[in-house]
């Protein structure tokens, strides 16, 4: 069974800070990960989606990478806003079923 | 192009009546998934859809819980004589390829 831990649960940084989040995999047998953001009573929207034989994917300020041998992904946000406040999720998939981590509650101070 | 749509936003019920909650897919998207959210806790994967049939059902928590989907579109998911651990946001999610785009999700609340 997929396991999903991210760490941390929760994270505080000024405004302007580069930030790393992480995520921890048990099973690597996986075709993709997909980082998402959660605003407070909203849905999720997608931010970057890695395919299982690619590495990492950049998106603005934003990039993931995924090292299937170690079991994790990180998500590196760049030069930090306030508008990046939000819950962030990874999610391990497969074709069918997919596993989500709790999320990682980011608060970018102005 | 319309994104995923869920309705209604909000449910507020009593316990032990049944509820429906809809989810409209992004046209043309073969995959549907249903999720629930609790409080403070992660995503729980509830259903899966690959056009109208359902392969996956293994996270349905109960015989309650049941789901359907029509013409490979619309999906509903029904909960019946629900309790207030149901109490929670359900998400919808459709995909085409590998992306799972979401929708809002509907708040149900039961007292």
């Known amino acids: 069974k997929q396991e999903v831990t991210q760490i941390p649960a929760a994270l505080s940084v000024p405004e302007g800070e580069n930030l790393v989040l992480n995520c921890s995999f048990t099973d690597s047998a996986i075709y993709n990960l997909q980082w998402f953001r959660q605003d407070p009573g909203k849905g999720l929207t997608s931010l970057l989606l890695?395919?299982?034989?690619?590495r990492e994917q950049t998106s603005g300020r934003l990039n993931a990478s995924l090292d299937k041998s170690s079991g994790r992904s990180t998500l590196y946000i760049a030069a930090s806003q306030p508008g990046d406040s939000a819950t962030y999720l990874c999610?391990?998939?497969?074709?069918?079923?997919?596993?989500f981590g709790i999320g990682t509650k980011l608060q970018v101070i102005p | 192009g319309a994104g995923v749509s869920q309705s209604p936003s909000n449910k507020v019920t009593e316990k032990g009546k049944d509820v429906e909650l809809r989810c409209d897919p992004i046209s043309g998207h073969t995959a549907l998934y249903w999720y629930r959210q609790s409080l403070g806790q992660g995503l729980e994967f509830l259903i899966y859809f690959q056009g109208n049939s359902a392969p996956d059902k293994s996270g349905l928590p109960s015989d309650r819980f049941s789901a359907e989907r029509t013409g490979g579109s619309v999906s509903t998911l029904t909960i019946q004589r629900t309790q207030q651990e149901d109490s929670a946001v359900y998400l919808c999610a459709s995909r085409q390829g590998l992306e799972q785009y979401f929708g809002p999700g509907t708040r149900l609340t039961v007292t």
């Open positions: 890695i395919q299982s034989s690619q």
């Open positions: 999610a391990f998939g497969g074709y069918q079923k997919v596993t």
